[in-house]
């Protein structure tokens, strides 16, 4: 079970709301997400801006700037409830949209493949080494090609 959420604080999503809910509803169906069916997920989407998340960025990662977006998990099993998958998913659309205008790509196709890179990570995937790297990377590209997105690498 995927139960989702979405807040807004920032003056820069209300417009693009509907269109990212269309997006999330679309990808959160894709198989290769890995999503496990003996958990229950919470997605929370923060839609936020650079000023709010460049402080979350400075508290949980220790570096003093904005970012386009930063996924926190928390899993927590019980032998009575089952396993729960807590998860807040912060965009900035102000990093989104600086990102996707210098690589020369649609904003929503690179909101997009940052939601899919942000699913991976909830379900296991990381990246800090390249092996690691390559194995996500393949999975985004496969994943974002069936929504019909292409190679953002």
């Given at each position: 079970m995927i139960v989702?959420?979405?807040?807004?604080?920032?003056?820069?999503?209300?417009?693009?709301?509907?269109?990212?809910?269309k997006i999330y509803n679309k990808t959160i169906k894709q198989k290769d997400l890995n999503f496990k069916k003996n958990y229950n997920y919470f997605l929370n989407l923060v839609l936020t801006n650079d000023k709010e998340i460049k402080?979350?960025?400075?508290?949980y990662n220790n570096k003093k700037k904005p970012t386009d977006v930063l996924t926190f998990v928390s899993k927590v099993?019980?032998?009575?409830?089952?396993?729960?998958?807590?998860?807040?998913i912060f965009f900035s659309a102000e990093t989104l949209l600086k990102d996707?205008?210098?690589?020369?790509?649609?904003?929503?196709?690179?909101?997009?493949?940052?939601?899919v890179h942000s699913c991976l990570h909830?379900?296991?995937?990381?990246?800090?080494?390249?092996?690691?790297?390559?194995?996500?990377?393949?999975?985004?590209?496969?994943i974002l090609k069936k929504l019909g997105i292409n190679k953002p690498y």
């Amino acid at each position: 079970m995927i139960v989702s959420r979405y807040y807004c604080n920032s003056n820069h999503w209300p417009r693009r709301i509907s269109k990212i809910k269309k997006i999330y509803n679309k990808t959160i169906k894709q198989k290769d997400l890995n999503f496990k069916k003996n958990y229950n997920y919470f997605l929370n989407l923060v839609l936020t801006n650079d000023k709010e998340i460049k402080k979350l960025n400075f508290k949980y990662n220790n570096k003093k700037k904005p970012t386009d977006v930063l996924t926190f998990v928390s899993k927590v099993k019980n032998k009575h409830l089952g396993k729960d998958a807590f998860c807040d998913i912060f965009f900035s659309a102000e990093t989104l949209l600086k990102d996707s205008k210098r690589n020369k790509i649609n904003f929503y196709d690179h909101f997009t493949h940052i939601f899919v890179h942000s699913c991976l990570h909830i379900n296991g995937f990381r990246h800090n080494k390249t092996k690691d790297f390559e194995i996500m990377k393949n999975l985004e590209i496969r994943i974002l090609k069936k929504l019909g997105i292409n190679k953002p690498y």
